[in-house]
């Protein structure tokens, strides 16, 4: 969290950003609840600017046991995980690290780039868009998901408790429905 007040620089550096993290589309409130020296208005203004008028999303955020639809989305939940967790220099059980999740972000774009929501509103690959990639990312500091290490098929598996999905490696069992 970022404190309010500071130096004209600090500043400086919030609005930048803001403005890295509005171009992505992340949901106004969250960049409110992270940078506390932005007013929302203004944040929703910045939005507008960068998007050509268009207003930022309103209504409900996304939940984390909400995001897996199907099981083959955890190949690409467990890919974003892997990487969030690897490009960060913190312990993401306690933090958020911004800066990683961009990288994290940025990397699936670039290796699935007609995969967001926008452009499939039903694909498999999940995070869809940088506001799930958020959400991803604050379940696994508040425990709400979990990055494990699984001994069968030697992969990072995500584990999502309360979703419709037992915890336990769903790159596995996709295997096994395979070989069926
Ligand atoms: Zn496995």
Redesign the pocket.
């Known amino acids: 969290m970022i404190a309010e007040g500071g130096s004209y620089e600090e500043q400086l550096q919030n609005y930048r950003l803001a403005y890295e993290l509005l171009k992505r589309k992340l949901r106004t409130s969250y960049v409110s609840q992270l940078i506390k020296s932005i007013s929302l208005p203004e944040i929703r203004a910045m939005y507008r600017a960068i998007h050509a008028g268009e207003s930022p999303r309103s209504g409900l955020l996304p939940t984390i046991d909400a995001i897996p639809h199907v099981r083959e989305s955890f190949l690409y939940l467990s890919l974003f995980a892997s990487l969030y967790r690897n490009a960060s220099q913190i312990d993401i059980k306690t933090e958020i690290d911004v800066p990683a999740i961009l990288f994290a972000w940025d990397f699936l774009c670039e290796t699935f780039p007609n995969h967001s929501r926008e452009r499939r509103p039903y694909g498999k690959v999940r995070p869809a868009n940088f506001s799930e990639a958020w959400v991803i990312a604050q379940a696994l500091k508040i425990g709400l998901a979990d990055l494990h290490y ?1 001994e ?2 030697h ?1 990072e ?1 995500i584990v999502i408790y309360n979703s419709k999905f037992p915890p336990t ?1 769903q ?2 069992v996709l295997d096994d429905h395979r070989k069926k």
């Open positions: 699984c069968s098929c992969g598996s490696c790159i596995c």
